[in-house]
């Protein structure tokens, strides 16, 4: 391309100052020569261009597709720990439904034992959303909504999830901690452990812990619109 540029640049110049031509002449070969440039210059760069187009859409292709496998290893994730919480739920609700008298059922206590001392978190898969946003390319996705919604998941959504996660575990926490410091054994294979349940700290705590439900609605919002995103990567390469 640049040795046409020079090309026609020489013939301008060698044309100008040829005293043989005529002003009109050089005029009219000057014109004719600057659209000549002008139109090659103006090709070229719209082949650039579209080069460049074409190579930009093959990375935020090969960026979404693999975003869809990592959205469905979150919402698989995910369903697990919707379960998870749910059986949380289920044994402190199981305390707090328990009379002052009367005593928590051991075969209760051994099948809810898990969910009583684990803490479920979300860990995403975000690592390839981080790389493209850092790099700038985030913009270079051309189906605004689904831009939107990619931001929006990882920015809003799951930024909230993780808050209201970290409220709920940290109740939790206070509770294990509280288990830890007070559990006593009375003999080789016996603790206190169904006397402990009884106690009104424990009932504090399990108050709370029965509800897990802001927890749950916010894992419902980030999987509806993990699945919308999905659906609209589907829809930009069937």
């Known amino acids: 391309m640049e040795d046409e540029v020079v090309k026609h640049t020489k013939k301008i110049y060698k044309t100008w ?29 719209w082949f650039h261009n ?39 739920g289920k044994i402190f609700s199981y305390i707090t439904s328990l009379k002052i008298k009367e005593p928590p059922s051991k075969d209760t206590l051994n099948k809810y034992r898990h969910a009583l001392f684990v803490t479920t978190s979300l860990n995403p898969n975000d690592g390839r959303f981080e790389g493209f946003k850092s790099s700038g390319k985030i913009g270079t996705i051309e189906n605004k909504e689904l831009q939107n919604d990619i931001m929006d998941l990882y920015q809003e959504e799951i930024v909230s999830l993780h808050a209201s996660t970290n409220g709920y575990n940290s109740w939790k926490i206070n509770f294990l901690n509280y288990v830890i410091e ?12 169904k006397e402990l349940i009884k106690d009104d700290k424990v009932y504090d705590f399990s108050t709370v812990l029965s509800h897990p439900t802001e927890v749950l609605a916010r894992y419902d919002t980030c999987i509806q619109l993990m699945q919308k995103i999905i659906g609209k990567i589907d829809q930009e390469y069937k």
Do not use: C, P, Y
């Open 17 to 45: 100052f040829n005293k043989e031509f005529s002003v009109w002449h050089k005029i009219s070969e000057f014109l004719v020569e600057i659209l000549i440039i002008f139109f090659a210059v103006s090709i070229s760069i």
């Open 50 to 88: 579209r080069s460049e187009h074409a190579h930009e859409q093959a990375e935020v292709k090969a960026f979404l597709m693999g975003l869809r496998s990592d959205l469905n290893d979150d919402i698989s994730e995910m369903q697990n720990d919707k379960i998870s919480l749910m059986e949380q």
């Open 182 to 193: 007070n559990q006593k054994r009375l003999t080789d294979s016996t603790s206190n452990f």
